[in-house]
């Protein structure tokens, strides 16, 4: 190997020095280091370059990238790295890996690959294809997710003969927006989805998911019992809280409907999690449902599928009977899962501009009476795209919606018009600067809100007023503090503020913090540590045996025992009280020391967002850039919000910069499906 690449590369001594050193400064995970040490001792032959490879793609996998892409680590080097903004703490330029591989060709990286037991043999854990690397379980997950896709997108399934007649009766009326008839592309998703056995129905907020897929489950099951063979149908989404906002939307829409009794009673208004629909085994990868014991289903529609990782997708898709139609809805544009992979946005890469065939075209048109004459959708014969369908017009922001208008300028990554936006004063947007650290204009929009004449919810200090004037009096049914505990959670969910990071000034853990200590200064809280009344905490793992799901939100709040024995005192207890998330409006209470897995929520990442609306949402850019700022993370924020948005910087020009950014998820997902 060559002399003039740096010693890590040539010396396997030398290459572990650098990744302790990476791993000490958090810039590598110590489990990308252990398994690059692993590899070195399953192959005593493997490169160094070999190695190195291994532990980069380990810690892509955590960043959200199913492989490691050797030609785009050349061309942008520090990128492959949890690297500190702007090089801090990187005062020895040569541990950066710019300046480790430098010198290095993509010819000479894969050719150091060639001959290891790592890569060639039977099972072996690394698969290099092209010039990505791959973890073998990852490879495997992409592989099976294509093959699976692309058989069923070979496969169609019986829309029913009168399908024309049926999608006009339930949907009665023109789309007319501002005096146009427009595209109804709802009606359009479901005439797609009553033919395929996999369909993409994604759009923005407010573009009508859930009405159109409401309407697509009375259509198919309708025509099934006209037969007297009612189909199985299911309705699921990533996380508790996605699941609880769709069951709390969907039993509405589906009442909603002029339909036979007997039908609406077989249309699902439950949703579950994708958890629980395939059956957790703890401990374990693995789920009771796969393809040896399939779901017993025949439509299955899982709502928020930008939060579906990789693993799961291949999960979902091993244990859904062959037969069964697939229906994903989403909003492509979104963040993608914490986990690896970007299913969505990977499969909808396309959407807005059609590519459907002339076929397909023409029947959709026949079955519609709808026109597919934008001149913005081309043509094209890809078989994934003509089971695509992009909604496109937004009810709940119309024209005249600050909100609307800001999320489609950063959705386009058009900086300048996203600024503009924000400038022009509109009534449901709001722009705090602040002049340092301590500005106390931060603590009167998080605690006190924008002023005693502002519309919009006061921020923090409103549901504990709620929680301290609306308390029952001593000896109240417990119907009455049920009431109580339901309204301080819903005046929670007036206002939430959003962080990009985690750490830092600016991050989720010291903001959850400054907040406490003011509502503590302000008397609205006894204290800011532990447990205490009126604090608001996050679900962060699945907790089956309690009955909660990774996003739930709960308070802490003091509730009266039941005395142990007649005419005793009536002592009050914390307890931390969750919505059951079940349509149903009930609560559960639970006392903290069985809550193991929970932080404090006055502020959480936008990624702990996804899946849930808030009336007034706040959102808080850190004073650098950093990797996670994409313009995919600012819409996510923006969209979050119902009636009102606040930005809130802390440097001029971090806003514009994100914007500009966009995800950037390594995947081959797409590929391999268009190469079968």
């Known amino acids: 190997m060559s002399t003039t690449l740096a010693p890590a590369l040539r010396d396997r001594a030398e290459l572990f020095a650098l990744l302790s050193i990476w791993s000490e400064r958090g810039w590598l995970r110590e489990l990308d280091r252990a398994l690059a040490q692993l590899f070195a001792e399953l192959d005593p032959d493997a490169s160094p370059l070999l190695l190195l490879g291994a532990a980069l793609a380990s810690h892509q996998l955590g960043q959200g990238h199913v492989c490691l892409d050797l030609a785009a680590t050349l061309a942008n ?133 859930t009405t159109t897929v409401v309407r697509l489950l009375a259509l198919l099951q309708e025509a099934a019992m006209a037969n007297d063979e009612p189909l199985r149908l299911s309705l699921a989404a990533p996380t508790g809280k996605a699941a609880a906002r769709l069951t709390e939307s969907i039993g509405a829409q589906v009442q909603s409907l002029a339909l036979d009794e007997r039908v609406r009673e077989q249309i699902p208004t439950l949703v579950t999690t994708l958890h629980r629909l395939l059956g957790s085994r703890p401990g374990s990868r693995h789920f009771r449902h796969d393809a040896a014991n399939p779901l017993p289903l025949d439509v299955l529609v899982v709502d928020e599928a930008s939060m579906i990782d990789l693993e799961m997708m291949a999960s979902l898709l091993g244990a859904l009977p062959a037969h069964a139609r697939l229906i994903l809805l989403g909003d492509k544009d979104q963040l993608a899962s914490v986990e690896a992979g970007a299913v969505l946005g990977d499969l909808c890469r396309e959407a807005e501009s059609g590519g459907y065939s002339e076929a397909t075209r023409a029947w959709l048109e026949s079955q519609t009476g709808e026109r597919l004459d934008d001149p913005a959708l081309i043509s094209g014969n890809k078989a994934l795209a003509q089971h695509i369908v992009m909604l496109r017009h937004s009810r709940r922001f119309g024209s005249g919606s600050g909100i609307g208008r800001l999320a489609r300028a950063v959705n386009q990554g058009d900086a300048q018009a996203a600024r503009a936006t924000l400038a022009t004063g509109a009534d449901d947007l709001h722009v705090l600067r602040l002049s340092g650290e301590q500005d106390r204009a931060l603590e009167r929009l998080l605690i006190g809100g924008l002023g005693e004449a502002e519309p919009r919810p006061q921020g923090y200090a409103h549901f504990l007023q709620v929680m301290q004037a609306q308390r029952p009096a001593p000896g109240a049914d417990s119907q009455a503090w049920d009431r109580w505990a339901g309204n301080v959670l819903a005046a929670f969910d007036q206002f939430q503020l959003l962080c990009a990071v985690r750490k830092g000034t600016w991050g989720v853990e010291a903001l959850n913090e400054r907040i406490a200590e003011a509502l503590v200064r302000r008397g609205l809280l006894e204290q800011s540590h532990g447990w205490y009344e009126g604090r608001p905490v996050l679900v962060t793992r699945n907790d089956y045996s309690l009955g909660l799901m990774n996003g739930d939100i709960g308070i802490a709040l003091r509730l009266p025992e039941p005395p142990e024995f007649p005419g005793a005192p009536v002592r009050e207890v914390l307890r931390v009280v969750f919505p059951r998330n079940d349509g149903s409006g009930a609560l559960r209470h639970i006392l903290p020391s069985r809550l193991s897995a929970v932080e404090t929520v006055f502020a959480m990442t936008v990624h702990k967002s996804q899946g849930s609306e808030f009336a007034h949402c706040a959102l808080i850019l850190p004073d650098n850039l950093n990797p996670v700022l994409t313009k995919e993370l600012v819409y996510t924020g923006v969209t979050r919000a119902r009636h009102w948005f606040s930005l809130i910087e802390s440097r001029s020009g971090i806003f514009e910069q994100a914007v500009l950014r966009r995800v950037q998820r390594r995947s081959g997902l797409r590929e391999a499906l268009e190469a079968l």
């Open 77 to 209: 080097p520090d990128f492959t790295l949890s690297l500190p903004p702007e090089g801090e703490d990187a005062q020895e330029a040569m541990l950066l890996p710019s300046q480790v591989l430098a010198g290095l060709s993509l010819e000479s990286w894969l050719a150091a690959c060639v001959g290891s037991s790592l890569l060639e043999s039977e099972g072996a854990p690394l698969v290099l294809s092209g010039a990505c690397l791959y973890m073998r379980r990852y490879w495997n997950y992409e592989r099976q997710v294509a093959g699976d896709i692309a058989r069923r997108l070979q496969a169609s399934a019986a829309a029913p003969s009168d399908l024309a007649a049926r999608l006009a009766s339930l949907f009665p009326d023109a789309l007319v927006v501002d005096g146009q008839r427009q595209t109804d592309w709802q009606k359009l998703a479901c005439a797609m989805a009553a033919q395929g056995r996999f369909t993409l129905i994604t759009g923005g907020p407010g573009t009508g998911k």
